[in-house]
């Protein structure tokens, strides 16, 4: 499996993109993967829109969703140069300041626009170590091969169950932690429930801790399609120390009103298939926070 997916890294980026077409009409038109589950989530998201507008963001997710993928091989092999053609940052002074301020940060980016381009971009624009936390793939195979390709630019995958561990052992160095924190935590996980594209949704609340635990700034990173196989990536300042006066929930709220607000403008970009919304909040549970919370701070 190793030289399979390792041949496909050399294969050139048109040809990828039909192989994703036809991967995206299998998915899509046949298999009807994940559709039921994904038009029920868009439906309740955006019910306003009519019948025909959700099924044409549907269709289009699914769509960028190949083109990711197949992306995201084309990226496995290219060089530095080429990935700082296609993925531009916006906001890289931010990260340029705390790099000479020798300051560790804290990313917090989602499955929106290409998620694997963004580190392989990062680790090639900035001299800074960049640890991301990620689970391990079931196939051993696939996991050391993911793990080589993603961390070629000084990267560096640390498993979830690790994260802990790592966390402590490189207290006080300068680097970058970065988290895909879109994800839904298990029931049995601290989380933070929130309104968010209209229904109650659960977000992992370790950020805060890590922000305040390592007295670090924290960034929401937006990464927009311009154009097919082109990126711009935005910073947004979600909270910087001292936080003494800082709920670890507010950061995540911040968070989601960011990653909220960057789905509506580009909601075809979304992952809709994650399954976000996997269950209701208990009826005992916290107040979840209302819808507008301001949240953006853009230096």
């Known amino acids: 499996m190793r030289f399979f997916l390792k041949a496909l890294t050399y294969i050139p980026l048109p040809i990828l993109y039909a192989i994703g077409y036809v991967a995206y009409f299998i998915a899509f038109h046949l298999m009807r993967w994940r559709r039921d589950r994904a038009e029920r989530d868009v439906a309740n998201a955006f019910p306003e829109k009519s019948a025909e507008w959700r099924a044409t963001l549907?269709?289009?997710?699914?769509?960028?969703?190949?083109?990711?993928?197949?992306?995201?091989?084309w990226g496995f092999g290219a060089s530095a140069e080429q990935l700082k053609a296609r993925?531009?940052?916006?906001?890289?002074?931010?990260i340029r300041r705390a790099i000479d301020r020798r300051q560790t940060i804290v990313l917090l980016a989602a499955h929106h626009g290409n998620w694997e381009w963004l580190l392989l971009a990062a680790g090639a624009n900035f001299p800074i170590p960049i640890d991301v936390v990620y689970q391990p793939q079931r196939l051993a195979s696939l996991?050391?091969?993911?793990?080589?390709v993603r961390c070629r630019f000084?990267?560096?995958?640390?498993?979830?169950?690790?994260?802990?561990?790592?966390?402590?052992s490189h207290a006080g160095e300068p680097r970058a932690y970065a988290l895909i924190a879109d994800q839904t935590p298990r029931k049995e996980d601290p989380k933070h429930w929130t309104r968010f594209l209209r229904q109650d949704t659960a977000f992992f609340v370790g950020a805060g801790k890590i922000a305040k635990f390592l007295e670090s700034p924290v960034y929401f990173v937006s990464m927009k399609r311009e154009r097919r196989g082109y990126y711009e990536v935005r910073l947004d300042v979600l909270a910087e120390p001292p936080y003494e006066d800082i709920d670890d929930a507010v950061i995540v709220e911040r968070y989601a009103r960011c990653l909220e607000r960057a789905i509506l403008d580009s909601p075809a970009d979304w992952l809709w298939l994650q399954k976000k919304w996997k269950y209701a909040k208990p009826a005992?549970?916290?107040k979840t926070f209302p819808e507008g919370v301001p949240a953006r701070v853009r230096l």
Do not use: M, W
Request: charged share 35%; proline share 2%.
């Open 154 to 168: 000084g990267g560096k995958l640390i498993p979830r169950k690790q994260f802990v561990y790592e966390l402590l």
């Open 87 to 94: 993925v531009k940052f916006a906001d890289a002074d931010l």
């Open 58 to 73: 549907l269709r289009q997710c699914y769509r960028n969703l190949a083109d990711t993928i197949v992306e995201a091989f």
């Open 143 to 148: 996991d050391e091969f993911l793990r080589d």
């Open 284 to 286: 005992t549970d916290e």
